[in-house]
């Protein structure tokens, strides 16, 4: 009977919301850690402004968790200060859109300092916060800014999509003794996933740079990050009742691109097509189909490879504008019959 | 009698046992004479512990004469020291200038402050010592003459792309970093040389650096506004995006409890930047260890401070920040003001600011002649009148505490220092190819970066 126990014990998985999971992230490198502060706006008293930093004040008090005042690049730039004084800062932006009051900071003080001092310099910092379109709050409050951190030598810029890469992506983004963009998402803090027995663990990690293959399949390859992921795989339950089988690749990374995963899968699938959020022009999608037509996946492309992206304008407010403005299931489908021509 | 010597007075000895007239004389022509007599071989100091009769006059303002009724063959014209004997008690000659002929400290009247939402002052009187003054003395010769080698450098096209000069401002960075500790940090804006070498940068690696070589401290990767050493942050090459960076140092400081501080630099141009603001804000409220310093050099690139700002009281722009403005040409003043701010830091009352008013002779940088927008006359002015470097020089003088002789010597020992360092500067290699991709990433296994072309894979260590 004990050993009965013992191996539900084992397998015991829980389901933990992505809000939690990153909750769970930043406690576990608090305690073990105690360079590891966090600062932002309302992440103390207020919780957090989306409830990602719930408790922790009351648990490390004001030393470790800090109320800033409304200013972006004043704090941003404080971060990246206390970074290079030895601290590792973890610094939240209420939401990506307010860092480009900051980039400044997080470009040429935080990315390129380790580079300009030939290595006397390092940056240990963390920018994270929601990145991309929310529900309702419009174009100034809804822009992707993936392409645009990713698009910098020095940075690297993390996409967790569920509970599980939240948590093990977060936790590699703190220790690491880099400048890492954490790109979360509104809409799926509130989602719960299964957290395995190996991702409750207090030294679980996932590395950077490697994407992960959430389902495997043979006809054509859908990569994504965030919540497209999810998106692509419901796309691929609805394609696979018509005998398609997609393999759905989670980025995890952004930079450093996984081209690797990218180009196996490719090379198995013969069809591409990547789903992303944001705004076509220079994007992350463009990123990858330019990489496949410079390697050698290129050969076993049967189709041009293809980008679904969200729709070349800024964000409208009204539901039906809005929902038109971002790739939907019903667009992912289209666009694999397409490629595949069916 | 034995001969005391004290503080001040000078013993001449006659080299025939004549007596010499005993003179008062003001102490500033009272060394010239005695040196002028003395190139001619006809006197020598004489520091005796016994054996001789003098009659010593002692005047309080002035340096006194003695009169000694028996000589030795003691002299020499030329610096040596001799070994006497024979007089009872162990007798030393030294030479025309020995150490114990300066006055080894003084006490200097310095200006008043301006201040702003503090009750006092920094001291209005300053102690320099010689071993000080000398010091000063040769880091501001050395800064002074690094910045004028890099001048000519870029003239001959060695060293391209930015340069911004820091000579005329050397009393601020020497003034400030002897007010501090070594273990406290700096962060200043790409005006950075001075500081570079302040910190603990040696000149050779700061001009390899400005020529691009692979001896240079940042392996020639930076260049001249992105040089860094130990508790020194640069070096940056964004207008005021330092300060929010050194509040955030501050804060480290104050949250790892090591007492340390940051003196946070920017110029009068930046003061205007939207982020100092809210650093001002930030450090208040959260009391960080910091002192803001603005070097006010009365120009923002080509554009005066009239013309750039509303007030352009500096130190009272921190509003709710205590401030200063100091005299940033008297290095003096700018050390007492440094270490009355540290004070203020370290006791935990929060961050402080302080205005320099200094001057650059150099334009903004090597392409701005810096005299479309000011006057030659106006920079003459300033060289001949406030020149920290010949301030600081007439006052040792002035005081006995140096000779020109001694001074000169530095300048040449300077001379030499820098010569050596544009050598190395000159002809030690560029950075090895390989070395392109490096540097990305801190403590990160080696990895693979694009080159110009799909088929140039890059290797990039850490």
């Known amino acids: ?342 | 009698m034995s001969l005391k010597h004290p503080t001040g007075l000078i013993s001449l000895v006659s080299q025939s046992n004549q007596s010499v007239i005993c003179v008062t004389l003001n102490s500033i022509v009272l060394v010239q004479v005695v040196r002028l007599v003395c190139r001619y071989g006809l006197v020598c100091f004489h520091v005796s512990s016994g054996g001789y009769k003098c009659v010593c006059v002692c005047v309080c303002v002035c340096v006194c004469v003695c009169v000694c009724a028996r000589a030795r063959a003691l002299f020499s014209a030329a610096g040596q020291k001799v070994r006497g004997g024979g007089m009872g008690g162990s007798r030393v000659v030294v030479a025309s200038r020995t150490y114990a002929d300066f006055t080894p400290q003084a006490t200097f009247d310095i200006k008043k402050c301006d201040l702003h939402k503090l009750e006092e002052g920094p001291p209005l009187q300053a102690v320099l010592t010689r071993e000080e003054g000398l010091q000063y003395y040769r880091t501001m010769q050395v800064m002074r003459r690094m910045e004028l080698k890099a001048d000519q450098l870029y003239k001959q096209k060695i060293i391209r792309g930015f340069c911004h000069l820091y000579d005329g401002q050397e009393a601020c960075a020497v003034g400030i970093e002897s007010g501090i500790n070594r273990t406290d940090h700096l962060i200043t804006a790409y005006r950075a040389h001075g500081y570079t070498l302040t910190r603990g940068g040696t000149v050779r690696e700061i001009m390899a650096e400005l020529t691009g070589r692979r001896g240079g401290i940042a392996k020639g990767k930076g260049g001249s506004m992105h040089m860094y050493a130990k508790h020194f942050y640069g070096g940056n090459g964004i207008v005021g995006a330092q300060v929010p960076l050194g509040a955030g140092v501050a804060l480290a400081c104050k949250y790892q409890g090591k007492n340390e501080l940051c003196v946070c630099l920017y110029g009068d141009g930046a003061a205007n930047q939207g982020q100092i603001f809210e650093t001002y804000n930030m450090a208040a409220l959260w009391k960080l260890p910091c002192i803001f310093i603005c070097e006010n050099n009365k120009y923002g690139m080509g554009t005066s401070v009239e013309r750039a700002a509303a007030s352009t009281d500096y130190y009272k722009r921190g509003d709710f920040i205590p401030g200063l403005r100091v005299d940033g040409m008297d290095i003096l003043c700018v050390r007492e003001a440094t270490k009355f701010a540290a004070e203020h830091c370290r006791s935990g009352k929060g961050p402080i600011l302080m205005e320099l008013q200094t001057y650059r002779y150099h334009g903004h940088s090597m392409s701005d002649p810096g005299i479309s927008y000011r006057t030659r006359e106006e920079i003459q002015e300033v060289r001949s009148k406030s020149d920290p470097i010949s301030l600081l020089k007439d006052r040792m003088i002035s005081n006995n505490m140096a000779s020109v002789e001694e001074l000169k010597e530095i300048d040449v020992e300077v001379r030499k220092e820098i010569e050596d360092a544009a050598q190395f500067a000159t002809t030690d290699p560029e950075p090895p190819l390989e070395d392109l991709c490096n540097h990305i990433f801190s403590n990160e296994p080696p990895m693979e970066v694009r080159g110009t072309n799909p088929w140039a894979k890059l290797k990039s260590i850490s």
Request: net charge negative; glycine share 8%.
């Open chain 1, 1 to 342: 009977l004990a050993m009965l126990a013992n191996l539900e014990m084992s397998i015991c998985r829980v389901r933990v919301t992505v809000r939690d999971a990153l909750n769970q992230a930043m406690d576990e490198e608090l305690e073990r850690d105690e360079r590891v502060f966090l600062l932002g706006e309302e992440v103390a008293q207020y919780d957090g402004a989306y409830k990602v930093s719930r408790g922790l004040w009351k648990k490390y008090g004001d030393k470790r968790i800090i109320d800033t005042p409304i200013s972006e690049m004043g704090f941003a730039g404080i971060a990246v200060g206390a970074a290079m004084a030895g601290l590792r800062p973890i610094c939240e932006f209420m939401t990506f859109n307010f860092s480009m009051q900051a980039i400044d900071q997080v470009i040429n003080s935080a990315a390129k300092t380790y580079y300009m001092s030939a290595g006397l310099q390092p940056v240990p910092i963390v920018f994270r916060g929601p990145n991309g379109a929310s529900a309702g709050v419009a174009a100034q409050h809804s822009q992707c800014f993936a392409a645009w951190y990713s698009h910098c030598p020095g940075l690297k810029v993390l996409s967790p999509w569920s509970a599980e890469d939240a948590k093990g992506l977060l936790k590699s983004a703190i220790r690491d003794d880099n400048p890492v963009v954490v790109l979360e998402n509104e809409l799926m803090y509130g989602v719960a996933f299964e957290l395995s027995d190996e991702a409750q663990s207090k030294d679980f990690v996932i590395p950077i740079g490697k994407a992960k293959i959430e389902r495997p399949g043979n006809h054509v390859t859908l990569v994504a990050h965030s919540r497209m992921v999810g998106f692509c795989l419901d796309a691929a339950a609805v394609l696979a009742k018509e005998g398609v089988e997609c393999e759905v690749i989670n980025l995890r990374t952004i930079r450093p691109l996984d081209t690797d995963t990218i180009e196996a899968s490719i090379m198995k699938t013969n069809h591409l097509i990547s789903v992303e959020g944001g705004w076509p022009q220079f994007g992350v999608g463009a990123e990858i189909c330019a990489r496949i037509m410079e390697g050698p996946a290129f050969n076993y492309l049967d189709a041009p490879a293809i980008r679904v992206t969200g729709v070349d304008i800024p964000m409208p407010y009204a539901k039906i504008l809005e929902d038109n403005s971002v790739p939907q299931i019903k667009d992912i489908i289209f666009s694999v019959k397409k490629t595949l021509n069916m």
